[in-house]
């Protein structure tokens, strides 16, 4: 099975302030993903992170409050953007690898904004 | 677009006894359907998953079936254990869109020993 790690693995932010948060995959992920996990909810896609290129991104998500960077095949950054109490969530990357449906999920990042 | 419905949202089973998580999807071109299990303060691990070419797939304690033309599919998990608790996630691709999964509500299973 492939390997994400994500790093903060937690953090307590301001509102007003942004967060990068990281995820690393191992080679077998040719795909990226970005989720949010609400408290208590299930999985949402956020966007597709595309190599050297802009996410894309699901419907109501934008670019502007969730920028995504993947500029190599391994890693990918996620920004939570001006942050509000609303944003306190779980962020999760998650890979797939090429040719396969299988997909991996790293350990999730506990945000909390005060 | 597809939609992904999960039956029931909390499960309490005794040790030992069996638990049946059961999920509902919309679309018919949907041909793999994993299960996640996602412990408490850890991302979702995938526990087993089938593809549409076969009903029925086994791993030790753990089984799903596919029901293609009644588009559900279902976990079964056979002599629990207090470690099976946790909340378990069902997943069906959006055929349409290049198969990224849409998850259902989640089930919180809990064993009691």
């Known amino acids: 099975s492939a390997v994400i790690s994500q790093k903060p693995s937690r953090d307590i932010c301001q509102r007003g302030t942004s967060l990068t948060i990281q995820c690393q995959v191992d080679?077998?992920?040719?795909?990226m993903f970005w989720y949010r996990q609400q408290p208590g909810q299930s999985l949402t896609l956020i966007a597709t992170?595309?190599?050297?290129?802009?996410?894309?991104?699901e419907s109501g998500f934008v670019i502007d409050k969730f920028p995504i960077s993947r500029p190599n095949l391994t890693f990918s950054t996620l920004t939570v953007s001006n942050m509000s109490p609303e944003d306190s969530s779980i962020y999760l990357c998650?890979?797939?690898?090429?040719?396969?449906?299988?997909?991996?999920f790293g350990p999730g990042t506990r945000l909390t904004v005060l | 677009g597809e939609n992904v419905e999960q039956h029931p949202s909390t499960l309490s089973v005794q040790e030992g006894d069996s638990a049946v998580i059961k999920c509902t999807y919309s679309d018919s071109a949907s041909n793999y359907f994993p299960w996640y299990k996602q412990e408490l303060g850890k991302g979702p691990q995938l526990i087993i998953d089938?593809?549409?070419?076969?009903g029925e797939k086994k791993d030790q304690r753990i089984a799903v079936t596919l029901n293609k033309t009644a588009k559900h599919f279902s976990l079964h998990i056979t002599e629990t254990q207090p470690e099976d608790s946790a909340v378990y996630f069902c997943a069906a691709p959006k055929a349409e869109y290049g198969n990224k999964l849409v998850f259902g509500a989640g089930t919180i299973l809990r064993v009691k020993s």
């Open positions: 998650s890979g797939r690898g090429a040719g396969t449906d299988t997909q991996y």
């Open positions: 089938i593809r549409s070419n076969v």
């Open positions: 080679s077998q992920v040719t795909m």
């Open positions: 992170a595309n190599q050297g290129s802009e996410a894309t991104y």
